[in-house]
């Protein structure tokens, strides 16, 4: 359905109702549509185990800074002007899957600290996870070395 605004709004977006509003490139204009609950799914439930199991790994305060600081180096690079990263929550995402998929016996559902210590996973810092290519490499990364 097509939408009108009144008082020179041009644009809108979010929920009203049972409706989603949204800006639609292709039409050049704002539409909506019935809001409509996406059926659970088994994927859905191993993404949300993995998500909460991520968050239960009480990262430090200085990994985190160090992932901060690693996304601004990244976001400055012309280069990465059309792919930039938001936070350093993507990035740690990024560094966890990429983990997985280089080492098959790592599960992200059930991955502990004393596991990624113990096995001296390369997500232990952020300097080790670059060097073990599970993120791109970016200028002055040898001093992001703060333990996760």
């Not at 990035?91 to 992200?108: E, G, H, S, W």
Request: hydrophobic fraction near 40%; charged fraction near 20%.
């Amino acid at each position: 359905m097509k939408v009108r605004f009144k008082n020179n709004i041009l644009s809108y977006s979010g929920k009203v109702d049972n409706l989603v509003f949204y800006w639609n490139n292709w039409l050049g204009r704002t539409v909506c549509r019935e809001y409509v609950r996406p059926e659970p799914t088994a994927q859905h439930a191993r993404f949300g185990a993995i998500a909460r199991n991520l968050q239960a790994l009480n990262i430090s305060p200085g990994y985190i800074q160090d992932l901060k600081v690693y996304v601004d180096l990244w976001n400055t690079r012309s280069r990465n002007v059309d792919k930039p990263f938001a936070n350093w929550l993507n990035v740690f995402y990024k560094i966890m899957y990429a983990l997985a998929r280089q080492n098959p016996a790592v599960d992200l559902a059930t991955l502990t600290r004393d596991e990624i210590y113990n096995n001296s996973y390369p997500c232990i810092s952020v300097s080790e996870a670059i060097e073990a290519d599970l993120i791109p490499e970016v200028s002055g990364y040898q001093n992001l070395t703060a333990q996760l």
